[in-house]
């Protein structure tokens, strides 16, 4: 079994605050990633697939082909765009790293061979990143 | 002479559009940076000073005092906050990464001893950065 | 369940040697980190904890909480410190980064919500590192 | 148990292509990778042992050793090669990234001592990379 | 005056050697980068422009027309590429980092406008680069 | 003219502080850094030479040499001491990085060609650097 892993970045913008408290609860809660004109991050998305090596070719999937996929399904959707509004499979969540990288796993899902996606890395800043495994 | 740098990033967002053009023309000149609802970028700023070296410390600036000016002047009045309309420095002009650099500059020569500042570097992603050298 | 990290980084020095060994000794098994005057290192801990995004919030843990623990806790202790005497919680340890990172682990332990520190990475140079998990 | 890993660099230069395939289908599955002449990366390779620390040296591995043991069993037989002809243990095999993590695998059990190998990376490019278990 | 940088990267491979000298002579000269057939490197290639910036746009070029002159200019013809036979205004050179920068440098100031380049950036590996300013 | 740059890394602890002063004036001027016993840094040398490219190589200055040169001089003196006490060419200076740069300009320009040193870059931590060019 071999895991292999490509590595994409997009540039986006989000505000983080729940529509159910008022703006000191929010405050409270997310501090200055609640203020409402919003901030921004490079993101990088590190997606992991997992196959075991066909003699014919010597690899598990065609890397072009697994980048177009989660360009198509993804960052196309996702850079240069502002989380909170413009992303069709984020409405309805509030965009922090851990609910927008469940949301991605749920698209890449759909479209990649069953069984193949390993596992996702979001980086929002050098400092900071969360990983989703599925489970 | 001793060239010091010191790095810093910050979070915010920003839209590139010249309020002159319609949206077929700031789409022509920003392409998807002209995306109204904004995007963003983790900025890396990095603050180069210069100076002869006293003998009795072995330092040309003190690199706390260093960072609380450029914290104070500069990344606590950027982070997290939308370019466009949240920064009093950046008011009138269009949020690119070249306008923005030579404003930070404006602000750090104010603060910092004459003739200390020698360059700035911003990178709005790993691909891309610009410098200015006060010229 | 989600897996969050932290990453932060601190500046301290340190000698290996074991007391029990002769200087010989302590130069076959320790080569040039056995110098007595010691070494140092730009250090990076990465801090993962897991756990179910709660709904309410969309965040397992509030980032500049779990920051303010490592820091108070760890970071603040280790920082610009000697490891073989300034910290209390390596006494008695020799401090390689195999049983620095048990011994900050044991610390993150007490003061975690059970069950929620998941994984240390301990990079003493850009060349190695460590991995623990509480196993 | 700790997990301990050593980063090595090397450089060397490759052509995917399967001699059962005519260049049409090489082109088709391999794409700018079949290109007959060559084409090259600097190949980053982790490798990860594990094991319990011995509390007389506190150390799971003498990292000089370890350093040792892959450069001679790996590094020096890659590096500034031709992967395709040139390295005794990738012979038969199309020098894929999934391929070559294999072969370095069972290079390098042959000489750790049982049990001690954990986990290989291979990083092609900043952008992909494999990771082998010996799953 | 402002510079702005775009990074870009490829993956060639090269052989170091000099028609005139013989093989003994090569491996004093070059070492293990004579090695017939041939190794490799992920290039890291940065461009580097200057300019006033206009005050309508804020930008001293379109980033994604700078991208798209290099990579049709440069990365396009050497990205997996043998350098010493495939790439038309490489031809006649031996190919060390030295003279490949000079090259590029020729081929970008044709397409530039002029006075507009002012430093290439090469690095073969993370620990070696050359920089030149057409002097 | 072609600048070439060689980057090496080395692992070494030292104390900041004046003689001079007492222990409060220390801490005023180098606050943490004044610890008596200590702290440490990896510390990464950039080495910049410039040369013209002979025609014959092709290169300005073989790699190899320039390593063993700088590794000779510099590195194997600093790595894994105490650069307070263990550095004959550091002796009578604070160990500051602006002093620490100066000093190995002055050993690294008596053993090479003269003219050919260019420019240092001395990095403490990914944050801070200091450059010195011999003015």
Redesign the interface.
Known sequence: ?????????F????V?M?P?YDSDKNWD?Y???S?P??????YTLEV?VKGE?PE?????I???VLKKIVNDTIVDKM????LN??VEFLKG???????I??KIWEELETVLEPGMLCELKLWE?????????G?
């Open positions: 079994m071999i895991y292999l892993t490509k590595r994409l970045t540039s986006s913008s989000h983080l729940n159910d809660v501090g200055k990633c203020w004109h919003g901030h921004g991050h490079n992991t090596i014919e070719t010597g690899m598990i065609d890397l072009k850079d240069h765009k502002f509004t413009d969540v509030i965009p922090t790293a851990e609910n990288v469940v800043t050098e400092n900071n990143w969360v990983v989703y495994r489970e």
